[in-house]
């Protein structure tokens, strides 16, 4: 079974996933084998590693053979840059900036890590991610000359979520941005959800359990944190509880978004 069919049975299965980021720049290799396999531990539905610029190939290929063997949950990379690849990941989020000012976030980085995907990473699966940025951005919408959707502006970010569908994109990811100030609104994920049915991922300022419970009960299909494992990670525990009591809710009430 591939990684896209596996993250989509256990939407099926729990209504939402949770996925936890771990950006290998910001802890030790030591430090990187704990933390994966405490949130495995946790009842986390994969782990995604990547989100900074500052990763060599070397030191990606390092931290995940740390884990290598250990892990039952699938290992996605979450690319910034096409230096951010390892064969021993199990799949990558091929990612498109689509509200980027810059052509290169939107189709140039990808064709050149096509070109490596086919030469170096036939391994690897590829899931195909529309990348939307929202209310503040965080450092990713810097770096990536991105043109930020209002939170408040629902209208625009259906019109993306639902372009992305049309283009054919595995998913849809909303993101705030790490260390936001508040995550994506829940009213923007169920309207987004009232016409796309694509599986949708919510990342960005998520630090509760009950912001948590709201997102995937207004439609989230998968709910991303990442700042919060380091800097306090029985609150995660708390968290991807959260994240599924939501999404089955949401399942049981028979509702989209």
Do not use: C, W
């Amino acid at each position: 079974m591939g990684v896209k069919e596996h993250l989509l049975g256990r939407i099926s299965e729990v209504g939402t996933i949770h996925m936890t980021l771990l950006d290998p720049d910001k802890v030790s290799a030591r430090e990187f084998r704990e933390l994966a396999l405490m949130v495995q531990e946790y009842g986390t539905d994969a782990l995604m590693v990547g989100g900074s610029l500052g990763i060599s190939e070397s030191q990606l290929d390092e931290y995940l053979n740390m884990v290598k063997g250990s892990l039952k949950i699938p290992v996605i990379l979450f690319p910034g840059s096409v230096a951010n690849l390892s064969k021993h990941a199990d799949a990558v989020f091929f990612l498109s900036v689509l509200n980027s000012a810059d052509p290169y976030f939107i189709v140039g980085a990808q064709i050149q890590a096509s070109v490596l995907l086919i030469k170096r990473f036939r391994n690897l699966e590829p899931i195909s991610l529309a990348y939307i940025i929202i209310g503040d951005g965080g450092a990713v919408g810097y770096v990536s000359h991105a043109r930020p959707i209002p939170y408040d502006r629902d209208d625009i970010a259906l019109a993306y979520a639902y372009a992305a569908q049309l283009m054919g994109f595995d998913m849809i990811y909303l993101e705030a941005g790490s260390g936001a100030r508040e995550p994506v609104r829940p009213r923007m994920v169920s309207r987004v959800k009232s016409l796309v049915n694509k599986p949708l991922i919510i990342g960005g300022g998520i630090r509760d359990p009950q912001k948590a419970f709201e997102l995937a009960l207004s439609g989230a299909d998968a709910v991303v944190t990442g700042t919060i494992v380091e800097e306090d990670p029985e609150l995660l525990k708390d968290i991807i509880r959260s994240v599924h009591e939501g999404g089955l809710a949401r399942k049981n009430s028979g509702r989209r978004g």
